[in-house]
């Protein structure tokens, strides 16, 4: 407020009446005005901007074209660093088995920053805003009619459920399940209704495997190609640490124990095995020795008191020689045979793990 003012011309000035001036301030009705007193006007150019409810983004699916003037649909990716294998299958949507299989080089050797990869173009999802996101997976509904009886306990297969994780879900060996579903498709498929257990109240253990222990040999089909390749890589994987010191309890490049260097070893290919040896024996299917195949389980009892208590992975097989990589106590990561004689004399069993 200046000298000589009055809510009069103070109203010319801002092109306003002297009620707009009132309404804003009522304590200055019928009052002289002094120096300094705030007058507050009103801004009649103003207007509250309507508030618009937000549009839902629009999302629509495009294909992304090959960034080639080749007819394969494939890109090329540009690997950066803190990149892993995994994450590439996430933002890629596939597999970490069809990444490697599309590039080879990942067989035997790791990913590394500034690797050019070959990815199939897959179906993306673009916002309003254009912006590419993660390929989403779709899952394809299928229905199964398995024939199970009133009493028996079932499981509705879910999205990335795996026999073995439901095995330790229940409380059944892996080989038991299997028996328990003859027809089970290859692929384990997404809502089927797998019987878990016989009768309500049958509880089903699985027995501590000993060297006097009988084991049940199942007959078993050679490996899928697509096995055969996930046994390559997992062969490639564990040839890596080939020097590494053993260390008990070890599952890193610090140093492993046997059942620490199946555990990394698997890790890769995104399954979980259990801590010890013994555990382990209890994955997968028991296979004749003849029928064993790289990729494999083979366990041994080195402690004298006839139980499981060691294991390695088949590299290869010549003949009626089993060659497996293990950690051992005394050389640490290292590549034997059921040749030498001090695991031809401890031999137990194979175990089949990478099943359809």
């Not at 038991?176 to 809502?191: I, M």
């Not at 080195?302 to 088949?314: A, K, Q």
């Not at 060659?323 to 590549?335: P, R, Y």
């Amino acid at each position: 407020m200046k000298s000589g003012e009055s809510i009069y011309s103070i109203a010319r000035k801002y092109d306003v009446t002297d009620d707009d001036i009132y309404e804003l301030n009522p304590r200055l009705k019928g009052k002289v005005l002094g120096l300094k007193t705030i007058v507050e006007i009103p801004n009649k150019k103003y207007k509250e901007e309507e508030t618009k409810p937000k549009e839902k983004k629009k999302e629509e699916v495009v294909i992304v074209p090959a960034l080639s003037d080749s007819n394969e649909p494939y890109s090329i990716h540009t690997v950066s660093s803190k990149e892993t294998l995994y994450s590439l299958s996430k933002q890629y949507g596939i597999s970490m088995e069809a990444i490697c299989e599309l590039n080879p080089e990942l067989k035997t050797g790791n990913l590394k920053k500034g690797a050019k990869l070959k990815f199939p173009n897959t179906i993306k999802i673009v916002d309003s805003n254009g912006q590419i996101k993660a390929p989403k997976s779709v899952e394809i509904p299928v229905t199964y009619e398995p024939a199970v009886a009133a009493a028996d306990v079932i499981h509705k297969v879910q999205p990335k459920e795996t026999l073995y994780r439901l095995s330790k879900k229940y409380g059944v060996s892996v080989s038991e399940l299997q028996r328990l579903n003859p027809t089970l498709p290859s692929g384990f498929p997404v809502g089927f209704d797998l019987v878990v257990k016989k009768g309500a109240n049958q509880v089903v253990e699985t027995p501590k495997q000993t060297e006097d222990t009988p084991i049940k040999v199942v007959q078993v089909e050679p490996l899928s190609t697509d096995n055969m390749n996930k046994a390559d890589f997992l062969i490639a994987k564990a040839s890596q640490h080939i020097g590494t010191r053993y260390r008990s309890g070890g599952s890193s490049t610090g140093g492993f124990d046997c059942s620490g260097l199946m555990i990394a070893t698997f890790k890769e290919i995104e399954m979980s095995l259990p801590r010890t040896s013994g555990e382990q024996s209890n994955v997968g299917i028991t296979i004749d020795k003849s029928q064993a195949q790289k990729g494999d389980l083979i366990f041994f009892t080195t402690n004298g008191r006839g139980n499981i208590n060691h294991v390695g992975m088949i590299t290869e097989i010549l003949d009626d020689e089993i060659k497996f990589i293990h950690s051992s106590i005394q050389a640490g990561v290292i590549i034997s045979s059921t040749k030498e004689a001090y695991y031809a004399k401890r031999f137990v069993k194979v175990n089949r793990v990478l099943v359809e």
